[in-house]
């Protein structure tokens, strides 16, 4: 487990800023496997489920095979509408609605199944590891303790019930990045470097203060992801 650890906090580094990089939405009720095999053994595969939003759309396959490199087989799955809100994961939950893409990667390729629901989701597999992200638009024009206040009800209720379903499993908070410069979201144009240090402090604020009050633990992919760019520069 420290070793598959080691390697999933490392991942976060090719993270990419996927902010101008809008993942497609999948709303079409059908199946499409893409290179999917036979299911891997259970008992020798590492289960990582992502709750998310394009965050963590693109790097999943690249998870997939750095485990590989150090003899670990994963399967990582993503819980994907793009640019999805805490709220909207919520809602979506009580009202049953099938509007996720479910993604998965594993050594046999790529599976996606269109038109899914949470519970759907849930049930394709023993998950070791579950994690939530914040969208873009949880936080617009808001500060962390309004963000806290808006979202501590649904969250807590979220977590519960998914905790409910997979009690041993590790619980992470997702803590994401700011936009490249040039990127425009919402109505902001990410044009200067502060924008971007003042959103990422923001960012680590929030994600420390939810792992907090709903005691996960934080993957934190933003900080990797501005020390990998700065130190390629």
Known sequence: MKKFTAILLSAVMLLGLCGCNAAPQETTATTETVNAGPDPKED??????????????????????????????????????????????????????????FITHDENGRSDVKAANLDYCLKQANWDVISLQA???DVLNKTVEQVLEDTRQIRAELWEYIKGHFPMSKYYWHHTWSYQLGCERYGVKYTEVSQQHARDEYSSTLAKSMCAENDLLRVPSGPAWRISKSAAR
């Open 44 to 101: 020798t595969v590492m289960n990582i489920l992502m709750v998310g939003n394009s965050f963590c759309y693109y790097y999943a396959d690249e998870l997939v095979g750095m485990a590989a490199a150090n003899g670990i087989r994963l399967r990582v799955s993503n819980i994907y509408y793009s640019g999805c809100t805490i709220s909207q994961h919520y809602n979506w939950w009580k009202q049953g609605e099938s509007n996720y893409t």
């Open 135 to 137: 969208g873009s638009k």
